[in-house]
């Protein structure tokens, strides 16, 4: 429990050092030169969405890393569309996103699933605007899992 109390303690003084919008995870890009950080409502700083989204995940009892994750799974998603507002985004902007994660990012099935979840709980939940269904995803392949299987003749060689 200390452990995750130093680490909150240690993020909300590096939250406050920054002025990212989602200054989390910068995803290992450059840090942005917008000056201004994304409010609750487009052109509005305050209240910031960073913190909203984190204190909603704490109070919901979310792991530290899965809040990093989604973190980072939103960072990406707005950087994808060059900072605009996820109020103004709708379900073919989170289709695109996602799809592209399937063809250009190369994702796996899982990850693909979390950069959807995450993005449907900052609609759902933080800015209380649900989408309504995200249809038409391209998904990531599984990787088809084939048992191994010996011939007669190799069962008895190792036998």
């Known amino acids: 429990m200390l452990k995750i109390l130093n680490y909150l303690a240690r993020l909300s003084v590096w939250v406050a050092s920054t002025s990212e919008p989602f200054p989390h995870c910068n995803m290992g890009t450059q840090p942005s030169s917008r000056s201004s950080v994304l409010g609750w409502f487009p052109g509005q700083g305050s209240p910031r969405l960073y913190d909203s989204l984190v204190e909603i995940m704490r109070a919901r009892h979310f792991s530290p890393r899965t809040i990093d994750a989604y973190v980072g799974w939103i960072t990406r ?16 902007d989170v289709n695109r996103f996602v799809s592209h994660l399937a063809t250009r990012g190369k994702v796996a099935a899982a990850t693909q699933n979390q950069a959807l979840a995450a993005i449907l709980f900052l609609h759902k939940v933080v800015l209380r605007e649900p989408l309504d269904r995200v249809e038409g995803i391209v998904r990531a392949r599984r990787p088809r899992r084939l048992p191994v299987v010996l011939q007669r003749t190799e069962v008895h060689s190792i036998l």
């Open 77 to 92: 998603y707005l950087k994808f569309y060059e900072g605009r507002h996820p109020r103004v985004l709708r379900e073919d």
